[in-house]
């Protein structure tokens, strides 16, 4: 099994978290409102810049109403 960068995890991430928001058709201050999770912090994620906990990934997946695996 290839090892991966803590780089590619987030692009990951950042590209899921997007592509799910999107096709709900909202924007990252809906989500937001659904998840708790400050509008600044979800574009932060999006753009690749944070390392988020476990309880904050678990609250965005239940704004999006994904399993939290759906993420990764």
Do not use: H
Not at 39 to 60: F, K, M, V
Request: charged share 30%.
């Amino acid at each position: 099994m290839k090892k991966q960068s803590e780089a590619e995890i987030r692009r990951c991430l950042a590209l899921r978290l997007a592509a799910a928001r999107r096709q709900r058709g909202w924007t990252q201050q809906a989500l937001a409102q659904r998840s708790g999770v400050p509008r600044s912090y979800i574009a932060d994620l999006e753009g690749e810049r944070r390392n988020p906990s476990i309880a904050t990934l678990l609250r965005i997946a239940n704004g999006l109403e994904i399993p939290l695996a759906e993420l990764f």
